[in-house]
């Protein structure tokens, strides 16, 4: 029965793994091609709940979109303590994109869309961990958590990875909306 119960945990972690991977593709694609200031920040907080809707079902504690909402506002106040320079950037850009008439979208976007990546790893990673304890941040705390999770994670790693990917994606978005001769 361990046996069988590590199993489960394992497919449960690549599963959650996957359904984070899918949101941070979806949150830094829409951040970077959002000419809208400030209405990016409210998508991206709109796919953060949902994901962790998801995350809640693969760990078999299904949530509400009202308790997702509520745990999301708890990760990133935790994230804003520990990361306000990170999120202050964001805030910037996503006011950029409405000072410059959308101009700086083709400045910010990759970089937008890389930070609302890496957002979304934190919050999914802070969710699962949550989920994991039985919906519980532990005897430490949501700030030692999310602390715990943010010095666990390479962020040049993940940045390069989701500026690459969101780059990659923007370009195919180009090439594809082109008429062909």
């Given at each position: 029965?361990?046996?069988?119960?590590?199993?489960?945990?394992?497919?449960?972690?690549?599963?959650?793994?996957?359904?984070?991977?899918?949101?941070?593709?979806?949150?830094?694609?829409?951040?970077?091609?959002?000419?809208?200031?400030?209405?990016?920040?409210?998508?991206?907080?709109?796919?953060?709940?949902?994901?962790?809707?998801?995350?809640?079902?693969?760990?078999?504690?299904?949530?509400?979109?009202?308790?997702?909402?509520?745990?999301?506002?708890?990760?990133?106040?935790?994230?804003?303590?520990?990361?306000?320079?990170?999120?202050?950037?964001?805030?910037?850009?996503?006011?950029?994109?409405?000072?410059?008439?959308?101009?700086?979208?083709?400045?910010?976007?990759?970089?937008?869309?890389?930070?609302?990546?890496?957002?979304?790893?934190?919050?999914g990673r802070a969710a699962e961990s949550y989920l994991?304890?039985?919906?519980?941040?532990?005897?430490?705390?949501?700030?030692?958590?999310?602390?715990?999770?943010?010095?666990?994670?390479?962020?040049?790693?993940?940045?390069?990875?989701?500026?690459?990917?969101?780059?990659?994606?923007?370009?195919?978005?180009?090439?594809?909306?082109?008429?062909?001769?």
């Open positions: 029965s361990d046996q069988v119960g590590e199993r489960v945990a394992e497919v449960r972690r690549q599963l959650a793994t996957k359904v984070i991977r899918q949101y941070c593709i979806a949150k830094g694609v829409m951040v970077a091609l959002n000419p809208i200031p400030v209405a990016d920040l409210l998508a991206a907080a709109g796919l953060d709940a949902a994901m962790v809707v998801q995350l809640s079902r693969v760990y078999g504690l299904p949530l509400t979109r009202n308790e997702s909402g509520r745990l999301v506002v708890t990760i990133c106040a935790q994230l804003a303590a520990l990361m306000g320079a990170v999120w202050g950037m964001h805030l910037v850009a996503s006011a950029l994109k409405g000072l410059s008439g959308g101009l700086s979208v083709v400045v910010t976007a990759a970089a937008q869309g890389a930070l609302a990546w890496y957002a979304t790893v934190l919050i994991i304890k039985g919906k519980s941040w532990g005897e430490a705390g949501a700030k030692r958590a999310v602390a715990d999770i943010v010095a666990g994670l390479d962020r040049d790693s993940i940045l390069r990875e989701a500026r690459a990917e969101i780059l990659k994606r923007l370009k195919a978005g180009k090439s594809s909306s082109t008429p062909s001769t």
